[in-house]
Structure formats: C-alpha cells, structure tokens
C-alpha cells in the first residue's frame, strides 16, 4: 500500500517507487564510499600516506560522516595504518603504509 505524505498538498507516493529510488540511493553511495577507499589506498602505495577530513556540519559530504567508520574499518583491512584526531568537530583520518621493520 501506498501512503499519503505532505503538508496542505495531499501528495500520493508509491512505496514500490521509494524504495526502488533508495536502494539506487544507497548504491550510488555505496560506489562512490568504495572509490574513494581505492583512491586513497592508492595514494598511500605511491605517497606512503593520505588523509581524509570529515565533518558533522553544514557543506561537508554527510554521507562521509556516517561511514567515517566502516571507510576506517576498510582500510584497517586492507592492512593499512589509520589513526585519527578531531580538531574543532573536524575529524582527520591519517592512512599509512605499514613498515616492515625488524
């Protein structure tokens, strides 16, 4: 069943529809949360580190924010080092290679 939603204006919406558009939502995400852990993880085999910002706030990517954790976890996987700071509600994300000391 469908559902009524809006305010003076009485707007029909198709559940079927809203859920086709999130889960093209949520891929979208998806693939683009997974190209960056590439690109990242790129940059740290050529430069031996990258650094991501994110943030709670207006203007900041807030799709970031809310996989800050599972982005970390991925490259924690991948065998990298990550640590991170926050500075003024700004969190950094550190990535580095590890070194194979002895």
């Known amino acids: 069943m469908g559902n009524l939603r809006g305010g003076s204006k009485r707007t029909f919406i198709n559940d ?4 086709t558009i999130t889960k093209i939502t949520i891929m979208n995400i998806q693939h683009e949360i997974q190209n960056l ?11 031996s580190s990258a650094k991501l910002s994110v943030c709670d706030e207006r203007n900041w990517d807030k799709n970031l924010w809310e996989y800050r954790h599972q982005i970390m976890d991925a ?3 991948r065998g990298y080092i990550v640590n991170s700071s926050t500075n003024y509600g700004v969190l950094d994300i ?8 002895s």
């Open 75 to 77: 490259l924690r996987a």
């Open 94 to 101: 550190v990535v580095t290679k590890k070194l194979n000391l």
């Open 37 to 47: 852990i590439d690109n990242m993880a790129n940059n740290v085999e050529n430069t």
């Open 16 to 19: 079927t529809k809203i859920l």
